[in-house]
């Protein structure tokens, strides 16, 4: 109890009641102790002098948060990937498996104790699926096989904690990592040319590859003409048409234009590096390989806009990344590139990272701001917008991480620009980064013009002969049949949407012929119920009750008339759900119970 108190005492301390103090403070005690213990919660809330309500409302709400544990405190925690990609590949014979040859069950500990079994929707290592993190330490690739010999090998007395130091034991023989040469593949490389190429801790080698060439620019140019400069770099960002990477598509020179023009003290510059999508990865690649690219373009992004607080919000499975973001904003600080005085120009800007708790409705950027301010992360009705009233009420820039890739490559030069916009369709210009995974040999990241056929980019992924299925979008996404139509499909935003899809991260799942389309449908409700948020009523009951219709219509009960319902509770959540979440969640279950009804209610 005591060793515990001194614990909250240092994260409180550590946090200093910032932006995520919270999540700070819940995240160290995790990773010291494995739970939340219910002494804890008290503590935590006299601590941030908040009500005990609060913290527990906070903690209940994200999935990464325990507050309970076995008997003796000691066991081997088994997440599994139950995203698209991860099926795709296998997952469902593996999850199998796991629960049959060790007695588990998801959100249970074994009879013995020895094991807890959870699950998350994607660990962002859908080019080498199926993954699995055990003790936390994640294996990619992993077969039924390869399991067995990760459980013989921590079989081996263990220490009296939680959660196993990852260093205590090494990985199978068999066991293969994927690296950055297998996941990026050659393309029209804008953002990704230097992963894999340069040290990504190492600003000497970011400067001889090109980095901070755009910063400079920024600099030079903001303290020469002032806010006439700024507007220059707005009007350039307009005149790209770049549209944010993170799903929406929405302009990019829009969005820092209205919170330039916003009258406020405080403004905040926020990167949503919460990626959930399945089959999405590309932001991890690049924080990984590439993250001064994109603090550079939050260190613009600030400048421009006129914020001088930046914050990355880190989801909470992407712990390589969590260190080396860590890191590069030590070093940039150090370099000059952060603080009070950014290379010796007056002008002011710092990075902070908040690493999430596991929830993927806090990719949609006003959950995730009420996150950030110790709330759980439900979503805020709109207007007004965040460029208007975001983070504590503030203007606020909000880009995912790609989004400040690019800005940085289309600031570099006026040549960077007019390549730009030579790239990709009329109202889709530049270049995706493709995420290609499941039934396909040449799995990874193709960065190609918007526009390049479904057809044309299969085929450098290389996909099965068996290929049936191709959901595109992520989990939000439609499933299109591998035929001629979808084949000869333009991958761009409007191109997709005029399909009855959406673009998303540019995550693309390959499903072969072995496809269970019934257990996908309700994996895929199982999923939306999981991750609604709950604050509005046509999600919170619309997701619960078009799986039980959909597995009525499985039983033969009633199929057609409970097929008019469904289409009538999805035709209500796309109008009257208040975010993304619920509004999409007619694409993927309209699309399958169109394309695929004969093999669902099995005519």
């Known amino acids: 109890m005591e060793k515990q108190g001194k614990l909250i005492l240092r994260l409180t301390e550590e946090a200093k009641g910032g932006q995520g103090s919270l999540f700070y403070i819940l995240n160290g005690i995790n990773e010291e102790i494995g739970y939340i213990p219910e002494d804890a919660v008290s ?16 903690l209940s709400f994200f999935r990464n948060y325990k507050t309970d544990a076995a008997d003796n405190k000691i066991y081997h925690k088994i997440v599994v990937c139950k995203s698209e990609s991860c099926e795709a590949a296998g997952s469902k014979q593996l999850l199998e498996h796991i629960k049959t040859s060790l007695n588990l069950d998801f959100g249970k500990y074994s009879p013995d104790g020895k094991y807890f079994l959870d699950y998350v929707y994607c660990f962002g290592h859908c080019a080498a699926s199926p993954a699995v993190m055990v003790d936390g330490l994640l294996y990619e690739k992993v077969t039924s096989e390869v399991f067995d010999e990760i459980i013989k090998m921590i079989s081996v007395p263990i220490k009296n904690l939680v959660s196993v130091n990852p260093a205590d ?3 199978p023989e068999n066991y293969i990592d994927a690296n950055v040469s297998e996941i990026v593949k050659n393309g029209e490389l804008l953002v990704f040319k230097r992963c894999g190429n340069i040290n990504p801790l190492s600003s000497f080698d ?18 020469s003409a002032g806010d006439e400069g700024k507007i220059l770099f707005i009007n350039e960002l307009k005149r790209s048409k770049l549209r944010g990477r993170g799903g929406a598509g929405f302009p990019t020179g829009i969005k820092w234009e209205t919170v330039f023009k916003e009258q406020s003290k405080d403004k905040y510059i926020i990167c949503n590096a919460d990626e959930g999508d399945s089959g999405a990865y ?18 613009i992004a600030g400048l421009i806009a006129g914020a001088k607080s930046g914050f990355i919000y880190l989801r909470a499975e992407y712990a390589t990344a969590k260190f080396i973001v860590e890191s590069a904003i030590d070093l940039l600080r150090k370099a000059g590139y952060l603080g009070k005085d950014i290379l010796g120009s007056g002008l002011e800007f710092d990075i902070n990272l908040i690493v999430g708790g596991g929830s993927y409705v806090c990719g949609e950027e006003t959950a995730l701001m009420e996150s950030i301010e110790n709330r759980r992360g439900m979503v805020r009705q709109r207007p007004p917008v965040p460029a208007v009233s975001g983070l504590y009420g503030k203007p606020t820039v909000l880009n995912n991480v790609l989004t400040f890739a690019y800005a940085v490559y289309i600031f570099n030069n006026n040549s960077n620009l007019k390549y730009f916009l030579s790239l990709g369709t009329e109202n889709s210009k530049g270049t995706m980064p493709f995420q290609v995974s499941g039934a396909v040999k040449n799995p990874g990241i193709f ?22 299925t191709v959901q595109i979008g992520g989990p939000l996404g439609a499933y299109f049949p591998l035929s001629g139509e979808f084949l000869d499909l333009k991958l761009s935003y409007e191109d997709v949407f005029e399909k009855g899809g959406i673009l998303g991260h540019g995550g693309i799942v390959v499903f072969d012929d072995s496809m269970d389309i019934k257990y996908r449908l309700l994996s895929s409700l199982d999923f939306f119920i999981d991750e609604s948020c709950g604050k509005c009523a046509p999600c919170r009951i619309g997701t619960v009750r078009v799986k039980e219709l959909s597995e009525r219509i499985l039983k033969k009960q009633n199929t057609e008339e409970n097929l008019k319902i469904i289409d009538e509770i999805l035709e209500s959540m796309k109008y009257l759900s208040l975010c993304g979440f619920g509004v999409g969640m007619h694409i993927p279950v309209r699309s399958l119970l169109t394309y695929y009804k004969n093999e669902i209610i099995e005519v």
């Open 169 to 171: 034991f090494k990985k």
């Open 43 to 58: 503590q935590v809330a006299e601590s941030l002098n908040i009500s005990k309500a609060e913290v527990y409302g906070f």
């Open 206 to 223: 970011y400067v001889n590859a090109g980095g901070f060439s755009a910063l400079k620019r920024v600099i030079d140019e903001i303290k």
């Open 447 to 468: 960065e190609l013009p918007f526009g390049v056929t479904l057809r044309e980019l299969l085929k450098l992924a290389e996909a099965d002969e068996t290929a049936k």
């Open 282 to 299: 590309a932001d991890r690649i690049l924080l990984e390989n590439d993250p001064l690219s994109v603090m550079e373009g939050m260190v």
